[in-house]
């Protein structure tokens, strides 16, 4: 392996890989925290280039992860969204915990206090390349790593001095804007980039403005460099809720209406790092990232009968370091992460009490955080082509419970006394690759993600859920894949999965905490890659995948038991997603999206589900002159009435509806 991360070269800012024409010149830092060859990563991980991101014009980031088998999310309003990644679409805590969301290496949120909604602060508008790791992957990045990570990247600016500015307007009064420059002299190199978008809202009362900026600075010397990246997040909606029933969805203009005119999110968040990489000699790397984040959020809870306010904010310090050593035919990797956090939420009440729901403060609390974690990595040529990868994570987490209002029982609300929580997990990994040719190359592989519950399922509780604390959460991941290159045409990458999960944590449909809860998560990936002429281009990702209960929940409602082996309720079978790409020239091209949800159950018990969807989208490019060019979107062609998510609760079938036809036009400047 240490021989063929030297063919990884760096050109204009992007690394490549010198190969044939339909060679997978990909490469990836994500799996070890440095760039290599995705060839040498025995893992399922998709990388989305900046390319395929211009291409795709995300007004919401699940428009591209859309693209990589396995992950499905599903928009709610606004910027809002909830994540699958070898899963259902997981909710509250879970859906918060399991998937770490990365920018540039480094988490957009504390363990423990993470946003279910958190990719909507990542600059993915202005992003070089977007990495999604599909399946545990705690041996080098520990919490929150249980299904998956998303990990989206700031482009690295070059020498030459580069411009490039974008603007759109689609016909549901939505209005983008971005910029980015970049440029160096010497052995400094800067890169800024601007995003802005305004939207009215597919629904009544429900527009949307946000802004983000990112500055990086790289400062090169002969045996040490330093990588700074700022970043800021602004975020302003109005919030609009379920529709409920079949006919609103199904009804052109009901569809578009909102029962919760007053919903609102405002967030934002600045974040700060400094990767300092030195060469120690000539096979041994040091990096170090200290690195903060500051946050805060301020929301209705338009989903509860309360409507309360809900305020919660925390800030972090942090540091991740770790040594990178090539010896022969062993590679190892060693480091120690750290942080320190501080948070707080609180939840009040305006309106006068309605049923256990009262009126005045709910919570009102601080939790310090300590998360402390100790990795090793290596992979050993135990044959020629053969590789053999172990490595190992403990983490240690620390929270200190701060209650700043009167303990006990307030209506359903239940307030702990100060207390102090610790919890140590532990992630192994174990894999082995085998290069069968230059083309071809196998892998097997073992890992376990573990994390500790969320600050929110410990100290946020009510009445009925004063039963066992949460556990720590863990996932036993096995994994089958190939890659293969066949001819200059065709690319294949497959995977096959199984993973077991215990001590997942959720609420059940009495409102009851379940803290011991068991699923299995089993499925087929594929992606392929076909160019079926010089000019034009097939891609697929499609997935097969069974989620299922492994234990049995009786509830007082009877229709919401769960049972072994039935599916977990939002979790669609078949996912694909198939485009066609023509370029009749250089400067032109014209793609086919082609986006399939299969049916899925709404509810835990099997009993009631959505039927799934299929979407057609297209976009296209031409150049105007040498360096202006104009594009276009055509969305959901078709027209098509359908929901990006489906649900079934107290009685009633309930949805958040899709867009339907939405046409775009804009102008792309490049200098």
């Not at 990096?287 to 972090?316: C, D």
């Not at 065709?490 to 379940?514: P, S, Y």
Request: hydrophobic share 40%.
């Amino acid at each position: 392996m240490c021989c063929v991360r030297n063919l990884v070269v760096f050109v204009g800012g992007l690394a490549v890989i010198s190969n044939t024409a339909m060679a997978d010149d990909t490469i990836v830092v994500t799996a070890e925290r440095r760039a290599q060859a995705i060839d040498d990563v025995a893992q399922s991980i998709t990388t989305l280039g900046k390319d395929d991101l211009i291409r795709i014009g995300a007004d919401h980031i699940a428009e591209a992860l859309a693209r990589a088998p396995g992950v499905s999310l599903h928009r709610g309003s606004g910027a809002e969204h909830l994540t699958a990644i070898r899963s259902p679409v997981l909710t509250g805590g879970a859906g918060a915990a399991s998937f770490l969301f990365l920018e540039n290496g480094v988490p957009l949120r504390s363990p423990g206090f993470a946003n279910i909604n958190g990719l909507f602060d990542a600059h993915h508008e202005i992003a070089g390349a977007v990495e999604i790791v599909r399946g545990p992957s705690g041996a080098l990045y520990g919490a929150n790593a249980i299904h998956g990570v998303v990990n989206v990247l700031t482009p690295q600016p070059g020498k030459d001095f580069s411009l490039s500015a974008e603007v759109l307007g689609d016909t549901e009064d939505r209005y983008k804007i971005k910029g980015t420059v970049s440029g160096g002299k010497g052995a400094q190199r800067l890169f800024a980039g601007v995003s802005a978008i305004s939207e009215a809202g597919y629904r009544q009362d429900a527009g949307l403005d946000q802004q983000k900026l990112t500055l990086r600075h790289i400062v090169d010397g002969d045996n040490i460099s330093v990588d700074t990246i700022f970043s800021f997040d602004s975020l302003e909606q109005e919030t609009a809720g379920f529709i409920f029933g079949r006919a609103t969805l199904l009804d052109r203009t009901a569809r578009r209406t909102n029962d919760f005119p007053d919903a609102y999110r405002d967030a934002k968040s600045l974040r700060f790092q400094s990767t300092i990489e030195a060469r120690i000699s000539d096979s041994t790397v040091l990096k170090v990232t200290p690195y903060g984040r500051w946050n805060k959020m301020e929301f209705q809870q338009h989903f509860l009968p309360s409507k309360a306010i809900e305020n919660n904010s925390h800030w972090s310090v942090g540091a991740q370091n770790a040594v990178y050593h090539e010896a022969g035919r062993l590679s190892l990797i060693a480091g120690i992460d750290a942080e320190y956090t501080e948070g707080t939420l609180s939840e009040f009440q305006g309106r006068p009490r309605i049923f256990s729901f009262t009126q005045g403060l709910h919570y009102d609390y601080k939790v310090r955080a300590l998360n402390a974690s100790g990795f090793v990595q290596g992979e050993y040529l135990v044959a020629p082509k053969i590789y053999m990868i172990a490595a190992l994570r403990v983490d240690g987490t620390i929270y200190d419970y701060d209650n700043l209002t009167d303990s006990g029982v307030v209506g359903r609300f239940l307030r702990l006394d100060d207390k102090t929580d610790r919890f140590v997990t532990a992630s192994p990994k174990f894999s082995l690759r085998h290069e069968f040719s230059e083309n071809v190359n196998a892998y097997i592989s073992y890992a376990r993600g573990a994390r500790p519950p969320q600050t929110t399922d410990l100290y946020r509780l009510q009445i009925n859920q004063t039963g066992d604390q949460a556990r720590p959460e863990q996932i036993d991941s096995v994994e089958l894949g190939l890659r293969a290159r066949i001819g200059e045409r065709v690319n294949i990458d497959l995977a096959g999965f199984w993973m077991e999960k215990r001590n997942f944590f959720f609420r059940d449909a009495d409102g009851f905490n379940v803290t011991n809860g068991k699923t299995r998560h089993a499925g087929v990936e594929a992606d392929i890659r076909i160019l079926l002429h010089d000019r034009l281009t097939l891609e697929n990702a499609l997935t097969y995948a069974a989620h299922t209960y492994r234990f049995d929940r009786p509830t007082g409602r009877a229709s919401e038991s769960i049972m072994q082996g039935d599916d977990i309720d939002t979790a669609p079978r078949v996912i694909a997603n198939t485009r066609l790409r023509w370029t009749p020239t250089e400067r032109a091209w014209l793609e086919a999206e082609w986006v399939s949800v299969g049916s899925y159950f709404t509810d835990a018990a099997n009993d009631h589900a959505y039927e799934g969807h299929d979407l057609l989208h297209l976009r296209g490019e031409a150049a105007v002159t040498e360096r202006l060019s104009a594009f276009l979107t055509l969305r959901n062609v078709t027209n098509t009435l359908y929901a990006e998510r489906a649900d079934f609760a107290f009685g009633s079938e309930r949805f958040f509806p899709g867009e339907e036809r939405t046409f775009g036009v804009g102008l792309r400047y490049r200098q």
